[in-house]
């Protein structure tokens, strides 16, 4: 009897030995990335627009909805969550930062202000925001932390479009009224250099920066005098390439880069009476959406393979539109139709 106990239990003790033998390592749970989207949406009752934003897919309101507000931008830092927009004091609008839902003031209050984007690197916070100054001329400005820059000199009259910042230096986008002309002309500021992109012949204005290695890229649109349309222009290192000709409606908003690719998005006229999203992936044009309604894409962020689009779509001869995003081409309606609600930055993080 205790001759078979033995045997059973040396039995046990190897099928259990050989079976730990055998057992691999368990399969790496994949890390999920929150994609975040930013815009307004306007109450259909009150006519108010509120700042909202969505975390794959789910909406929170920043504001109450009891004053007007407009966002322009997302980003991420430390798993907060940053916006900036605009809001309403009931005289101007000012330009504001809201971190996990807390607004900071970055403009004075006594004048109307604009946002831009943000930008964030390492623990640092950039904002690139435009405000009026006594005589009623926009000026280009940079907050970083809490500190304020002029970009322009606040004598001419200025549009922002565009921040990044690479290392120690850092990149504004945006074009200055050219009094001779009465057009806008394409500047880069960098570390406090201002470079001209474009003469000011024609109409120009500036859509986004980015960096890939020692080479800077701005997104540029320039209207051609023969047909009052802009074209669309990617400057590289002081060179620019036509992306478009000018012969119907382009619009670009954003520029980003993926690796060695760099990125545009906008919309193009259709041959009907529509708009149809476009990206724009090393110069060459691919479209979004179809022809059959109006859409407009607002914002590009790229993380990884993942390319995530922003923007929205006009419902049907109305003036309200739908919040979308697109990733990797993929299309999600954030709101339903019932209000006016669209999309101006995205975020993957």
Same mark, same amino acid.
């Given at each position: 009897m205790k001759t078979k106990i033995l045997i059973i239990l040396c039995v046990v003790v190897l099928t259990a030995?050989?079976?730990?033998?055998?057992?691999?390592?368990?399969?790496?749970?994949?890390?999920?990335?929150?994609?975040?989207?930013?815009?307004?949406?306007?109450?259909?009752?009150?006519?108010? /627009?509120?700042?909202k934003y969505w975390k794959n897919g789910i909406a $929170?309101?920043?504001t109450d909805g009891t004053k007007n507000s407009y966002a322009s931008s997302i980003a991420i830092i430390n798993g907060e969550v940053l916006v900036t927009g605009s809001e309403h004091n009931g005289t101007n609008l000012v330009a504001k930062l809201w971190r996990n839902?807390?607004?900071?003031?970055?403009?004075?209050?006594?004048?109307?202000?604009?946002p831009d984007r943000i930008f964030v690197a390492g623990t640092d916070v950039y904002v690139t925001f435009s405000e009026k100054n006594a005589n009623e001329i926009y000026v280009t400005k940079l907050w970083k932390n809490g500190v304020v820059t002029n970009i322009s000199n606040g004598l001419v009259g200025i549009q922002t479009g565009g921040l990044y910042v690479n290392g120690n230096d850092v990149y504004v986008a945006y074009s200055e009224f050219v009094a001779s002309h009465g057009t806008y002309k394409a500047n880069l500021w960098k570390n406090g250099t201002v470079t001209g992109l474009t003469g000011g012949l024609y109409n120009a204005l500036t859509a986004g920066i980015t960096v890939i290695g020692s080479d800077v890229y701005v997104a540029v649109?320039?209207?051609?005098?023969?047909?009052?349309?802009?074209?669309?222009?990617? =400057?590289?290192?002081?060179?620019?390439?036509d992306l478009t000709n000018g012969a119907v409606f382009t619009d670009i908003r954003d520029l980003?880069?993926?690796?060695?690719?760099?990125?545009?998005? @906008?919309?193009?006229? /259709?041959?009907?009476s529509t708009t149809v999203g476009k990206v724009w992936k090393n110069g060459v044009a691919s479209n979004l959406t179809d022809a059959s309604k109006i859409n407009?894409?607002?914002?590009?962020?790229?993380? @990884?393979?993942?390319?995530?689009?922003?923007?929205?779509?006009?419902?049907?001869? $109305?003036?309200?539109?739908?919040?979308?995003? =697109?990733?990797?081409?993929?299309?999600t309606k954030l709101s339903d139709g019932? /209000?006016?609600?669209?999309?101006?930055?995205?975020?993957v993080k």
């Open positions: 030995c050989k079976k730990k033998e055998i057992e691999t390592e368990p399969t790496p749970i994949p890390v999920t990335k929150n994609y975040y989207a930013v815009g307004q949406d306007i109450n259909p009752t009150t006519g108010i /627009s509120v700042i $929170t309101n920043l839902g807390v607004p900071t003031t970055l403009s004075n209050t006594a004048y109307n202000a604009v649109k320039e209207q051609v005098e023969s047909s009052g349309n802009y074209k669309l222009r990617q =400057w590289k290192n002081g060179t620019f390439t980003v880069a993926l690796g060695n690719d760099t990125y545009i998005v @906008g919309a193009e006229a /259709s041959s009907g407009y894409l607002y914002s590009i962020a790229a993380s @990884g393979t993942d390319v995530y689009i922003g923007g929205y779509e006009r419902i049907g001869t $109305t003036t309200k539109y739908i919040a979308k995003t =697109w990733l990797n081409g993929q299309e019932s /209000s006016d609600c669209r999309i101006t930055g995205v975020f």
